[in-house]
């Protein structure tokens, strides 16, 4: 019969094994997508067996589950634990800033996330309770202009949007100020404070000419086109 001693060993290496597995399948993920996480290669990564795998988690689809939730539980943890801004509306943008950053770092699991909501871990609903704390303390000062529940809707719809249209585009190409731009128009829409960009006029009227372009006959096909990534460039400059 086995001694305390020995059950405790047992137990803090079960817990070892299953930290490496989830840290391994995670960066698996994070580089090559779920697919990359075939059982074999997440064994080989962590070190173990593959049986010890489907001992913990099951399946797959279990493994991807325990990941998830693994990974979201230190964001939520760490978005919990940042000191709030005292402008309601700054600290506001800031957990957009934020939530935006992990989406772009965690492209694979953010993706499959959105994709099967059946996959959504407990730690998701912790983190929405973060954001509705943060958009109550909006209202309460006064500078909410929709009901909470509107709020949080559109937050999390289009917050979960800019980051799946900047997953979609090369690393690359990426437009850096789609996901400012995405969170200046929630703002506008649930509290009437959007910055207002400068020179917006000018960026205006760049983006009325830009799309006139068709109807302009004086052009060559190359002056065209550059004019029209010029314009493209000044109205998104905002």
């Not at 994070?30 to 070190?47: K, M, N, W, Y």
């Not at 829409?189 to 910055?195: F, G, K, L, P, Y």
């Amino acid at each position: 019969m086995k001694d305390r001693d020995e059950a405790a060993a047992e137990e803090a290496e079960g817990a070892d094994v299953r930290e490496r597995i989830l840290t391994a399948a995670a960066e698996l993920i994070s580089s090559g997508g779920p697919d990359a996480a075939t059982t074999r290669a997440v064994a080989a990564a962590a070190g173990v067996q593959a049986p010890a795998i489907y001992r913990l988690f099951g399946d797959k689809r279990g493994l991807l589950a325990a990941v998830i939730e693994h990974v979201m539980k230190g964001y939520v943890a760490k978005k919990s634990a940042r000191r709030p801004h005292p402008d309601p509306l700054q600290d506001f943008r800031d957990g957009w800033d934020m939530h935006v950053a992990f989406g772009l770092g965690h492209p694979g699991l953010f993706a499959l996330m959105c994709s099967d909501p059946q996959l959504q871990p407990p730690s998701v609903s912790d983190g929405n309770e973060v954001l509705r704390r943060r958009i109550r303390n909006i209202a309460l000062a006064g500078r909410l202009r929709v009901s909470e529940e509107r709020a949080l809707d559109l937050v999390s719809s289009m917050g979960t949007g800019a980051v799946l249209t900047l997953l979609r585009q090369p690393e690359a190409q990426r437009d850096p100020r789609l996901a400012e731009a995405a969170r200046e128009a929630v703002v506008a829409a649930i509290t009437s404070e959007a910055a207002r960009p400068a020179n917006a006029e000018v960026h205006a009227v760049a983006a009325t000419l830009r799309a006139s372009l068709d109807r302009v006959t004086v052009l060559t096909k190359g002056e065209r086109a550059l004019l029209s990534e010029l314009l493209e460039r000044i109205a998104n400059s905002g």
